[in-house]
């Protein structure tokens, strides 16, 4: 016997039976429908909020830089539009599997060394859409 509880709008609590027929037995969805259809629930308590977790994936541009580095070239991802915590897992994520060092701030991340082709490469296979080009 399944027992469903819900709030109603004049916040009283209603409590909903499995009703069994001779071929079906009604689940809570089937037992929300006719509560809807017989005008006993309000149609916006019934509505099923779906969550839309598709994401368009970012742009990003990967370039390489050398100004203001001493001449050391360094490979500057930009272009995120996420938060920081999930650019500092990204960065870290490249760090790993490029086997160098780097840091990610302000929407960018930093990688250590001329590795513009293996940072291109690793982040579309994280699903991002890549713009790459040498400065």
Same mark, same amino acid.
């Given at each position: ?83 920081? !915590? =999930?650019? #500092? $897992? +990204?960065? &870290?994520? /490249? ?21 513009? !082709? =293996?940072? #291109? $490469? +690793?982040? &579309?296979? /994280? ?9």
């Amino acid at each position: 016997m399944l027992r469903l509880i819900i709030l109603s709008r004049n916040k009283t609590w209603r409590s909903l039976n499995t009703v069994h027929t001779e071929n079906k037995s009604m689940d809570w969805k089937d037992i929300l429908a006719q509560k809807v259809n017989d005008g006993e629930l309000a149609r916006e308590e019934f509505v099923i909020e779906e969550k839309n977790d598709k994401k368009t994936p970012d742009v990003i541009d990967v370039c390489i830089d050398r100004k203001g580095r001493n001449g050391k070239t360094a490979t500057i991802a930009s272009g995120f539009t996420c938060d920081d !915590d =999930e650019l #500092k $897992k +990204i960065a &870290s994520k /490249l760090k790993i599997c490029l086997s160098t060092g780097g840091s990610a701030r302000g929407g960018e991340i930093l990688i250590q060394g001329e590795r513009l !082709d =293996e940072t #291109k $490469k +690793i982040l &579309s296979e /994280l699903g991002f859409k890549i713009k790459g080009y040498r400065k």
